[in-house]
């Protein structure tokens, strides 16, 4: 089945998606940015089931995703996935970067969640230049969606103009 790519400009709190995928930080224990936000507007049972998976497991390794219920969210699960730090690209970023997208998807697949929302993952707080980021996205989400799988729809949120307009100019010129 094809599947839908979309592009959105605004909040992902208020997505009515199956999964809305989180730039969370390895504690999982929350933080600014859209983290902040996921994390207000779903209500503080979304910080204890992160709470619950960081005792198990000791936390999310970059690249890595964990999924939580969606808690107050529209959505029915939160994926909160850890992107790479920008250190100049030569810590491997482009590839940890990839792997957040990858990894949300598959977890995504397992749980049965058929609609996923993303986040322009790193590039806020963690700095990962913003034209960079778009093209490694839709690229890693491109390539899952090439194999088998139930994803129908993909939304790319973005929350500022600067990373809108890279998305509806990459988007625009995908055969
Ligand atoms: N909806 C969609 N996108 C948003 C929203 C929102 N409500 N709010 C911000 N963004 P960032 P990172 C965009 O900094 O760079 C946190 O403290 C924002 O415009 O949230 O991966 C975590 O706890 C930007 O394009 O995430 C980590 O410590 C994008 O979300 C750290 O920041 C990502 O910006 C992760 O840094």
Redesign the pocket.
């Known amino acids: 089945m094809q599947t839908m790519i979309t592009l959105i400009k605004?909040?992902?709190?208020k997505m009515k998606v199956d999964a809305v995928v989180n730039?969370?930080?390895s504690?999982l224990?929350?933080?600014?940015?859209?983290?902040?936000?996921?994390h207000r507007?779903g209500g503080p049972a979304i910080l204890e089931e992160c709470r619950q998976i960081r005792a198990k497991q000791g936390g999310c390794d970059t690249g890595e995703a964990v999924i939580t219920t969606g808690g107050q969210l529209p959505a029915k699960y939160v994926i909160h996935t850890?992107?790479p730090?920008w250190n100049n690209g030569n810590k491997g970023e482009p590839e940890l970067l990839a792997k957040c997208y990858h990894n949300s998807l598959q977890l995504a697949v397992e749980h049965g969640a058929k609609t996923i929302a993303f986040?322009?993952?790193?590039?806020?707080?963690?700095?990962?230049p913003?034209p960079n980021a778009a093209e490694i996205a839709i690229k890693a989400v491109q390539q899952f969606l090439a194999n088998d799988n139930n994803i129908t729809e993909v939304y790319f949120?973005?929350?500022?103009d600067e990373?809108y307009e890279l998305y509806k100019e990459k988007l625009a010129v995908l055969p």
Do not use: E, H, M, Q
Request: hydrophobic share 40%.
């Open positions: 605004g909040d992902i709190t730039a969370a930080n504690s224990l929350g933080g600014g940015g859209v983290d902040g936000a996921i507007a850890v992107g730090v986040p322009n993952i790193s590039t806020g707080v963690y700095r990962f913003k949120v973005c929350f500022d990373n």
